[in-house]
T-cell receptor, first 109, second 112 residues
Framework: GQQVMQIPQYQHVQEGEDFTTYCNSSTTLSNIQWYKQRPGGHPVFLIQLVKSGEVKKQKRLTFQFGEAKKNSSLHITATQTTDVGTYFCAEEYGNKLVFGAGTILRVKS | DVKVTQSSRYLVKRTGEKVFLECVQDMDHENMFWYRQDPGLGLRLIYFSYDVKMKEKGDIPEGYSVSREKKERFSLILESASTNQTSMYLC???FGPGNEQFFGPGTRLTVL
């Protein structure tokens, strides 16, 4: 079935360091969504990217959609302890979303 | 605010039991989804529904069935629970198939 690859699986950073997670697909994506799941919580929608080369910012978070619409990234500048959790990308495929395996972010204070 | 609720946060059942997981959303969403979440595997779609009484298999439907008799309610049924169905089950809903999904708090099911 359709698959979106997400890397890294896990990252442990010092508070104040930057963090990036990447999603890659073998096919052209119509759009991509990003979700965050806090420890013990449920996934919460962050953003959707639709256009080729699109860049969107939410405070310290920067989301990018590749020019070929086959990859996307989420970059967090100067991580804080409140950023801990699992970040998922998801691609639209037919009537459903296909989620990446997620990147677990841990922040050392 | 969209609210998606699930009937239980934690559930413990025995092998062979029939298990019902209920999900209710209050935003008149057309689409509802059931996922299971296991470490390292992300969210895997079990079943989804885009209308009352309509259902479609997701990526891992084996051992599960669903029911959607009313628009706001989507039930996941484990006909005969097995230990490999021990997992976190998440329900979600969305206005349209490609729209953002709103998740419930999840049910952690343990099958002994």
């Amino acid at each position: 079935g359709q698959q979106v690859m997400q890397i890294p699986q896990y990252q442990h950073v010092q508070e104040g360091e930057d963090f990036t997670t990447y999603c890659n697909s073998s096919t052209t994506l119509s759009n991509i969504q990003w979700y965050k799941q806090r420890p013990g919580g449920h996934p919460v929608f962050l953003i959707q990217l639709v256009k080729s080369g699109e860049v969107k910012k939410q405070k310290r978070l920067t989301f990018q959609f590749g020019e070929a619409k086959k990859n996307s990234s989420l970059h967090i500048t100067a991580t804080q302890t409140t950023d801990v959790g699992t970040y998922f990308c998801a691609e639209e495929y037919g009537n459903k979303l296909v989620f990446g395996a997620g990147t677990i972010l841990r922040v050392k204070s | 605010d969209v609210k998606v609720t699930q009937s239980s946060r934690y559930l413990v059942k025995r092998t062979g039991e029939k298990v019902f997981l209920e999900c209710v959303q209050d935003m008149d969403h057309e689409n509802m989804f059931w996922y299971r979440q296991d470490p390292g595997l992300g969210l895997r779609l079990i079943y989804f529904s885009y209308d009352v009484k309509m259902k479609e298999k997701g990526d891992i439907p084996e051992g599960y069935s669903v029911s959607r008799e009313k628009k706001e309610r989507f039930s996941l049924i484990l006909e005969s629970a097995s230990t490999n169905q021990t997992s976190m089950y998440l329900c979600a809903s969305s206005f349209g198939p490609g729209n953002e999904q709103f998740f419930g708090p999840g049910t952690r099911l343990t099958v002994l």
